[in-house]
């Protein structure tokens, strides 16, 4: 009877429908650490993973494993050699968080242009009106750098066009007629996008390529006065460039969900500036992106367990030509 371990709670209705399907044992961890993972472990064909580190020594306890499916789209903390060198394939969550983490950059993007949590303090605090150090901006008529333009980016890029931005997009291997029939303005070169935009927008993978990407050099590229938002990966921003770009005032404000350590435990000089609002890597934990995650990696198990597994949804595809 194949045994499917939940590395943390899922959505109720995805925990109802892993116990619903017949002909399978699950396994609920909270907390997951090495004492409560060991028994289930050595046993488990299938792991759910959320925040989790799968790497070679996850895996030397983990014998029978088939699948790891990880619930969301990031997986940065999973070693996918490892995993394909044991013919496991890895799956995510392509659509069920691309528009939670699209709204989410779009209220990054008004929360800085309208100064939100400022103007919430003060009227909470019966400080009444507006203030002249509190510079809000209209959205309409500035013009966004979308960097990269997947399932995220261009849900953004749609939501950005819907607030009458001029929208322009920089995706190195996205074919520039795509996004022209999409509606927007492709821009080839990075640095003459950032040098043209008023917010920039990023969301792409955190890989060899794209680690540490957002730098001083990108930031001084950036029009003076610009915002810059981030729902991606922490790891593409250099986040000393960051403090220093906003300590010199030619960073606007700044809008993150995630960084590069996680969970922040220890007081980031950039925190500090008013200017910059920031959530814990929540964008995609709404009530119906939880659910759509929990449902999607159910399914990817059951299905791969019964030779069915959808390749769209496998980052290690070539485990699939090894298991056909």
Same mark, same amino acid.
Request: glycine content about 6%; aromatic content about 6%; hydrophobic content about 45%.
């Given at each position: 009877?194949? *045994?499917?371990?939940?590395?943390r709670?899922?959505?109720?209705?995805?925990?109802? &429908?892993?116990?619903?399907?017949?002909g %399978?044992?699950i396994t609920?961890?909270d907390?997951v650490?090495?004492? /409560?993972?060991?028994?289930?472990?050595?046993t488990?064909?299938?792991?759910?993973v959320?925040?989790?580190?799968?790497? +070679?020594?996850?895996?030397?306890?983990?014998?029978?494993? $088939?699948?790891?499916a990880?619930? #969301?789209?990031?997986?940065?903390?999973?070693?996918?050699?490892?995993?394909?060198? &044991?013919?496991?394939?890895l799956?995510?969550?392509?659509?069920?968080?691309?528009?939670?983490?699209?709204e *989410?950059?779009?209220?990054?993007?008004?929360?800085?242009? +309208? +100064?939100?949590?400022?103007?919430?303090?003060?009227?909470?605090?019966?400080d009444w009106? @507006?203030?002249?150090?509190? &510079?809000?901006?209209?959205?309409?008529?500035?013009?966004?750098?979308v960097?990269?333009? #997947?399932?995220i980016?261009g849900?953004?890029?749609?939501?950005c066009a819907a607030?009458g931005?001029?929208?322009?997009v *920089?995706?190195?291997?996205?074919?520039?007629?795509?996004?022209?029939?999409?509606?927007f303005t492709?821009?080839k070169?990075?640095?003459?996008?950032?040098a043209?935009a008023?917010?920039?927008?990023?969301?792409? @993978?955190?890989?060899?390529? /794209? $680690?540490g990407?957002?730098?001083?050099a990108?930031?001084?590229a950036?029009?003076?006065?610009?915002? %810059?938002?981030?729902?991606? $990966?922490?790891t593409l921003?250099?986040?000393?460039a960051?403090?220093?770009?906003?300590?010199?005032?030619?960073? #606007?404000?700044?809008?993150?969900?995630v960084?590069?350590?996680?969970?922040?435990?220890?007081?980031?000089?950039?925190?500090d500036?008013?200017?910059?609002?920031?959530? @814990?890597?929540s964008?995609?934990?709404?009530e119906?992106?939880t $659910?759509r995650m929990?449902?999607?990696?159910a399914?990817?198990i059951?299905?791969?367990?019964?030779?069915q597994?959808?390749?769209d949804v496998?980052i290690?595809?070539?485990?699939?030509r #090894?298991n056909?």
């Open positions: 009877m194949p *045994h499917i371990v939940c590395l709670p899922l959505h109720p209705d995805a925990m109802a &429908r892993l116990r619903a399907e017949p %399978y044992t609920m961890l907390p650490t090495p004492e /409560t993972l060991a028994e289930p472990m050595k488990a064909d299938a792991i759910i959320r925040a989790t580190k799968i790497d +070679r020594a996850f895996l030397a306890n983990a014998p029978a494993l $088939r699948i790891c990880r619930h #969301g789209v990031g997986y940065d903390a999973v070693d996918v050699e490892a995993l394909t060198e &044991r013919g496991i394939p799956t995510v969550t392509p659509d069920a968080n691309a528009v939670s983490v699209a *989410h950059a779009m209220m990054l993007m008004l929360t800085t242009a +309208r +100064r939100t949590v400022d103007y919430n303090a003060n009227t909470k605090a019966l009106g @507006p203030k002249p150090a509190l &510079r809000t901006l209209d959205l309409a008529g500035m013009t966004v750098l960097v990269g333009f #997947g399932r980016g849900r953004v890029a749609r939501l607030f931005m001029n929208v322009t *920089h995706d190195p291997y996205i074919p520039q007629n795509t996004i022209k029939g999409a509606g492709p821009v070169v990075l640095h003459e996008g950032l043209a008023d917010v920039v927008t990023t969301h792409c @993978p955190s890989n060899t390529e /794209t $680690r990407m957002v730098n001083a990108f930031f001084a950036m029009k003076p006065g610009a915002a %810059y938002i981030n729902t991606a $990966r922490g921003v250099d986040e000393a960051l403090t220093n770009a906003l300590k010199s005032g030619h960073l #606007g404000a700044a809008g993150l969900d960084f590069w350590e996680e969970p922040v435990t220890t007081k980031l000089p950039f925190l500036f008013p200017n910059v609002v920031v959530s @814990p890597h964008a995609a934990a709404t119906q992106s $659910r929990g449902l999607s990696c399914e990817s059951f299905a791969h367990l019964k030779g597994l959808d390749p496998v290690n595809k070539e485990v699939l #090894g056909a």
